[in-house]
């Protein structure tokens, strides 16, 4: 495991010395707890926004298909290939 060393600032290192004690966790397994629980949060965000832009690309094809499509009579069509059977 790596170590590092961070700045943060006292009223934040009381905070998590308080919440360290009520979890009996380590400051250094809190903080990976925070880390890794924000890291999935920001995932699930990401997430959500590739969802978001997915369905708008899918509306943009549908509506240009739709545009070339305009005035094919699809009922009729299905019709001609079942009597062609």
């Known amino acids: ?8 600032p006292d009223d934040t ?22 880390v890794n629980s924000y890291f999935a949060k920001l995932d699930s965000r990401i997430l959500e926004e590739r969802k978001r832009k997915a369905i708008k690309d899918i509306a943009k094809i549908r509506d240009r298909v739709g545009e070339e499509l305009k ?3 699809s009922t009729g069509d299905i019709k001609k290939l079942r009597n062609e059977r």
């Open 1 to 8: 495991m790596s170590r590092i060393n961070i700045s943060i």
């Open 71 to 73: 005035g094919w009579d």
């Open 13 to 34: 290192l009381k905070k998590l010395d308080r919440y360290r004690y009520l979890v009996n966790s380590t400051r250094s397994g809190l903080i990976r707890e925070a």
